[in-house]
């Protein structure tokens, strides 16, 4: 199975910063990697697919990058509604996903 | 708006049996695959099975195959998740997803809507 590590596994950053989260595989899965957010009590929401498209419905804000082995989501100018844990997930042995550990988010 | 309702989920004893059912609405059903994904209490997200977009076709992660059954129902918008011979390891939220294609098996395929979710508890 291809592992999917996130870093870090938490952060604290206050409304307008430029937020950063890192995701490694431990395989060339080239731009095959989601990045979703969730919050307590909700439904996982899919914000970038394919490493850099902006999903539907997804702010602006956030940004996808990478191939290969290392990924980043940014989100610049942090609001308080992003408030969650953002997770990766490799979709190169679909259907058989992996997911990363997830990354908790908290606003100052 | 995509609407996915998770039902069934309750307290069962270790080696007992569930049904999980997910109703969808306002999307043509019949045209996505759909998946079940499981969150053990303060874990990640683990991809249990999915189905594709006519039912034709079936997918298990290791630790569930034998034991659970993913089925569908597009005449009435169900999707159906039997679980049975539950242990502990079972235990958590699971979650009906739709796929973004009817074939889960195409790489970059994509889970872009998700319920709330449904507990199971195994005790």
């Known amino acids: 199975d291809i592992q999917m590590t996130q870093s870090p596994s938490s952060l604290s950053a206050a409304v307008g910063d430029r937020v950063t989260v890192t995701c490694r595989a431990s395989q060339n899965i080239r731009t095959f990697l989601n990045w979703f957010q969730q919050k307590p009590g909700k439904a996982p929401k899919l914000l970038i697919y394919?490493?850099?498209i902006l999903h539907s419905g997804a702010p602006s804000r956030f940004s996808g990058s990478g191939s290969g082995t290392d990924f980043t989501l940014t989100i610049t100018s942090l609001q308080p509604e992003d408030s969650a844990t953002y997770f990766c997930?490799?979709?190169?042995?679909?259907?058989?996903?992996?997911f990363g550990q997830g990354t908790r988010l908290e606003i100052k | 708006e995509v609407e996915l309702v998770e039902s069934g989920g309750h307290l069962v004893r270790p080696g007992g049996s569930l049904r999980l059912s997910c109703r969808a609405s306002n999307f043509t059903f019949s045209d996505y695959a759909m998946d079940w994904v499981r969150q053990a209490p303060g874990k990640g997200l683990e991809w249990i099975s999915s189905?594709?977009?006519?039912?034709?076709?079936?997918y298990y992660t290791d630790s569930v195959r034998g034991r659970f059954i993913i089925s569908r129902d597009n005449g009435k918008n169900s999707l159906d998740l039997q679980m049975n011979s539950l242990t502990a390891d079972d235990m958590g939220v699971y979650f009906c997803a739709r796929g973004n294609l009817g074939d889960p098996t195409i790489q970059g395929y994509a889970l872009d809507k998700w319920g709330l979710g449904i507990l199971v508890t195994v005790s």
């Open positions: 394919g490493a850099s």
């Open positions: 189905i594709s977009s006519r039912g034709s076709h079936t």
């Open positions: 997930q490799q979709s190169l042995t679909v259907p058989s996903v992996t």
